[in-house]
């Protein structure tokens, strides 16, 4: 039906180049002797070396981890849990409740860091509760997480086979048993594919974070953007470099764990 | 148009009453839907309900309520009219949409050389669309400063094109603010273009070469129409997040390009007036309410299931 011609392959090649130069240059400027960016003056792997000597760097990147780590464990259980129970369950005002699981999806995020920040500053003005720093990060995190695993969870459960559960009911299990030793297992790769997606928007989140943290919780995306805004410096390249690592070879796994299983009708 | 539900009903192999459907979803979806709804559903009606209210002298928050914050958005400034902030508005508008019409444009040929290529290719061409979206926002935006500041060879290049003066940067500007959302957004699009290329019946298209249309017409007639659902999702997967972008235009972009993301970041920043930046934090939500209507809307005529 079509044939791809030259001029579409070199619009297509240019493209990609594109969306791919700036993952390059950082790369290549990771490496780059030039102390203040410029132009190439060979090649070093000094800036990594001063990536390992700055405490500022390395508790941050601390920081962004446990962040991460917690804020995943959190949104897996309770996204796992809403996808399975929405559906499965009715329950009054379903619908309006399934539409709201999107706000946080298609919300601006500063609009969400905004109205979260405010949320948290008015409540420890009389409650006591809250004050900004890790933990409002990792509640904040969370929040957006959530149904990220839901849909992720949710799509799994849509193309699963209902005769599975029929059966081990038929067999007597109760319904503990059941979503314990079969749905979840059937269930799993989704689960995890879910986890390592929320784990990735935790590690990329900035403006989250920016507006949620406080002193002392600095994270990896917001020692980035302070250092941007006092100039390009080559060891926050060696930084980027190695986080974009992360996130591509992260990606890729997440990508293949959840690829076999799936079949052609699915999303 | 209600069905009226059977009191028990069988749930994959288990009896339930309605009520028992009730106690498992509170004990399933039941702390998900507490959790969204304490720390995102309260807070963003506390911004509703704070977008009302007056800027303490120290920045605090204080009764009476009030529509300056609004009027004060819409240009009802002390001395008279003040420009600043219908221009705010009006720029992301322009900014977000003149965003996503690059994008769309560049998203086009990009999805018919996906869907173009031989089955083993196309997962490869489309993950290699994905990889990029994957990394930090951040840093493809700084990137650009790099790619884009004044001995770079994308400038020299432009120098040599005559399409920049000798010496002068090409960012800050609205360029680099153009160039920072294309490289963001362009996934967001070519993904259900994509989709739409992947279902496309060229035999419609065909057919209408048969009976004399020129290319130009095949395309409009034939062709577009069957890609506008696609598109009418893509662009709002584009245009609701480049209107309230912050990053890029704070990074790329100078004083000529602050768009609602930066003006709200003023206000919760340095400016320290919270129920003005949640006015403009509530406008910039209505924004894509509305957009999300639209969508429901267009995909409802369709009688498609949605975009989500």
Known sequence: ?267 | MKKAQPTRAIRYGELLTRGGQRLRSAMTSGWGIAWVTLFLLVPLLGIAWISFMTRGTYGEIQWPATFANYQRLLGFGVLGFDSQYPTIILRSLVLGGGATLVCLIAALPLSFFIAGQPEGRKQIALTLVVIPFWTNLLIRTYAWQILLGQDSVLARLAVGLGLAEVGRPLYPSAFAVYIGMLCAYLPFLVLPLYTAVEKLDWSIAEAAADLGANRVQVFRHAILPQLLPGMVAGILLVFIPAIGQFVIPDLLGGAKTVMLGNAIQQQFGPSRDWPFGSAIAFVGMAVVMLGLWINTRVTAAKGEEGML
């Open chain 1, 1 to 267: 039906m079509k044939r791809v011609g030259l001029p579409l392959w070199i619009v297509s090649a240019l493209l990609y180049a594109f969306l791919y130069a700036p993952i390059v240059v950082v790369i290549v400027f990771s490496f780059n002797a030039a102390r203040y960016g410029g132009p190439w003056q060979g090649f070093t792997t000094k800036w990594y070396g001063v990536l390992l000597d700055s405490p500022e760097k390395l508790l941050a990147a601390k920081n962004t981890f446990i962040l991460a780590f917690t804020s995943t464990m959190i949104a897996t259980i309770l996204g796992t849990l809403l996808g399975y129970g929405l559906s499965r369950y009715d329950f009054p005002g379903k619908k309006l409740f399934s539409w709201l699981m999107y706000i946080p999806v298609v919300i601006p995020d500063i609009v969400m860091a905004v109205a979260m920040l405010m949320f948290y500053a008015l409540v420890r003005d009389s409650l006591g509760l809250f004050p900004l720093g890790m933990m409002t990060m990792v509640l904040s995190h969370v929040t957006f997480q959530i149904p990220f695993v839901a849909i992720v969870v949710r799509s799994r459960m849509v193309g699963m086979d209902p005769a599975i559960e029929e059966a081990a009911h038929d067999l007597g299990a109760t319904s503990l048993q059941t979503f314990w030793y079969v749905t979840l297992p059937l269930l799993l790769p989704a689960v995890v594919a879910g986890a390592m997606l929320a784990f990735t928007l935790s590690l990329d989140d900035f403006v989250v974070s920016f507006f949620t943290t406080g002193p002392g919780a600095t994270t990896l995306p917001i020692l980035i953007y302070s250092s941007v805004k006092r100039g390009i410096t080559p060891d926050i390249n060696a930084l980027s470099t190695l986080i974009v690592l992360v996130s591509v070879v992260g990606t890729i796994v997440a990508t293949l764990l959840q690829r076999p299983r799936r079949t052609q009708g699915e999303r």
